[in-house]
C-alpha cells in the first residue's frame, strides 16, 4: 500500500504555469508507476501524464508540449504551461506497482488537488 499527498493547484491565470507535487510513502519500492490524472467538471477522469519506474514517460496529447513529468526518488511532480480554461479539474495522484512477496498488484490515488484557471 502506497499513501501519496499532493501539493501545488491553486488559481492560475491563463498562460500562466503550475507545478504540482505528490509525495509517495509506504512500500514506495514496489511502485512500477506513477502519473496524474485529472477530472473536470461532468467528465470522465483521465490521464495527463504517467511516469515508469525506468523513467520513460507518457502524455496525454491535450497537453504534449506544455508539460513535463518527473520523478524525484519518492516525489513525482507535473509542472505545465501555457495554461488554458480548459485545463481546470481536480488533479490526481496515481501510484501502481505490484509486491512481489504478496504476489498482488495495487493502484493508489491520491486526494486530489483543485486547479481552476480563469481571469
Known amino acids: 500500500q502506497v499513501q501519496l499527498v499532493e501539493s501545488g493547484g491553486g488559481l492560475v491565470q491563463p498562460g500562466g504555469s503550475l507545478r504540482l507535487s505528490c509525495a509517495a510513502s509506504?512500500?514506495?519500492?514496489?511502485?512500477?508507476?506513477m502519473g496524474w490524472y485529472r477530472q473536470a467538471p461532468g467528465k470522465q477522469r483521465e490521464l495527463v501524464a504517467i511516469i515508469t519506474s525506468t523513467g520513460s514517460t507518457s502524455y496525454a496529447g491535450s497537453v504534449k508540449g506544455r508539460g513535463t513529468i518527473s520523478r524525484d526518488k519518492n516525489t513525482v511532480s507535473l509542472e505545465m504551461g501555457s495554461l488554458k480554461p480548459e485545463d481546470t479539474a481536480v488533479y490526481y495522484c496515481?501510484?501502481?506497482?505490484?509486491?512481489?512477496?504478496?504476489?498482488?498488484?495495487?493502484?493508489?490515488w491520491g486526494q486530489g488537488t483543485l486547479v481552476t484557471v480563469s481571469s
Open positions: 509506504g512500500t514506495v519500492s514496489a511502485i512500477n508507476a
Open positions: 496515481n501510484a501502481a506497482g505490484y509486491v512481489t512477496a504478496q504476489r498482488r498488484s495495487f493502484e493508489n
